[in-house]
């Protein structure tokens, strides 16, 4: 059996917890939590961010990614690995196999977002909590407008923040609202043993709060 690789740690985390994640977007979560990595320097806590090269990424090639991450490094007993991922285009069976998956090993951690990553982003803004059930149900469907063919998420970041593109934003404005961003998506959370959101919601919050050492 080939044996795994130790994980270089930076000077000064190298007992540190490491985070890892995976995501579904090529982009958009990567710009995240990268932003994350480099403005809030968790402490005790690294973040890696794993990138792809493929165009594929449904659920099990989200989990996949961090299955060989674990399969080539050594893992401390308090390392986590997340699979970050949307509701919105997949079927329930696809959901459900990698979730069963994650649940049978306890560093693994399933992350969707109903409908979309974007909503985590919103969250950092305003409270969608308060939205008017015409907006609240354009939320949820999260369809493509015609004329640019961006999603309703898309459309609404860009009025929030001036300028949006899912390969080009400015995460570090958001970050100074992340406390906000975790209450509200922890009370969209109506039912948190379920294993993701069935309605809009996300759990990008619990991925955070580890980060951030609050679980």
């Not at 710009?31 to 659920?59: C, T, W």
């Not at 400015?170 to 948190?192: T, W, Y």
Request: hydrophobic share 30%; net charge neutral.
């Amino acid at each position: 059996m080939r044996k795994r690789k130790s994980f270089e740690r930076p000077e000064g985390v190298k007992s540190g917890r490491l985070v890892v994640i995976a995501a579904e977007g090529k982009e958009t979560e990567n710009i995240y939590f990268e932003q994350m990595k480099a403005s809030l320097h968790a402490s005790g806590v690294q973040i890696e961010v794993l990138r792809r090269d493929s165009n594929e990424s449904s659920p099990e090639h989200v989990y996949r990614q961090i299955q060989d991450f674990a399969a080539k490094y050594d893992m401390d007993e308090d390392d986590q690995l997340w699979a970050v991922v949307d509701k919105d285009q997949w079927t329930e069976q696809m959901l459900s196999g990698v979730a069963q998956k994650c649940s049978q090993n306890e560093r693994y951690f399933f992350c969707v977002s109903n409908p979309c990553f974007e909503l985590w982003l919103i969250l950092h803004l305003e409270d969608v909590a308060q939205y008017a059930e015409e907006d609240r149900k354009s939320l949820s469907e999260n369809k493509k407008i015609k004329r640019n063919g961006d999603t309703w998420t898309k459309k609404r970041l860009r009025e929030l923040m001036g300028s949006y593109r899912e390969s080009q934003y400015d995460a570090k404005k958001l970050l100074p609202e992340i406390e906000k961003a975790i209450e509200r998506a922890s009370k969209l959370d109506s039912n948190p043993n379920d294993r993701w959101p069935q309605s809009v919601g996300t759990r990008v919050y619990r991925l955070v709060n580890s980060i951030l050492g609050k679980q």
